[in-house]
């Protein structure tokens, strides 16, 4: 039995690129170079049926250890929590004050990107402090 080597997270939205680019901005991602035979994607998206014409994007890790993020146009919008969500692991092996402190300053970034603030869970006995926050379209992830 084969174990997995790669994997990919999918989210659904109204505008992939647009959640993509804002992705590629919090994790330190790229857009991947456009498919063999385009110069840019511009020039991709023109080839497809317009009804498929920015109908998903995607962003991958320039070092190629994360997982690929791959975005999907879906006609109808976000409506409860989301089941799975990212946690954006920038305060790793920080405690207290100085863990808050790194949390604070990643969330000032993310609010000027768009993303939203939702609230900050003190640490308790089981878990350190994180942030919970909302990227452009609202999807559900953590500052951790």
Known sequence: MSSIKQFQVTFDCAEPERVARFWC???GY???SPP????????FNRSLPPEQQGSWSACIDP???GPRLYFQRVPEGKVVKNRVHLDVRVGTGLVGEERLATLEAECARLVALGAIRVRLLLADEDNESCILMQDIE???????
């Open 25 to 27: 901005e919090v994790l």
């Open 30 to 32: 790229v857009v991947p």
């Open 36 to 43: 063999e035979g385009f110069a840019t994607w511009d020039d």
């Open 63 to 65: 070092s190629g250890v």
């Open 138 to 144: 609202g999807n559900e992830f953590c500052l951790d």
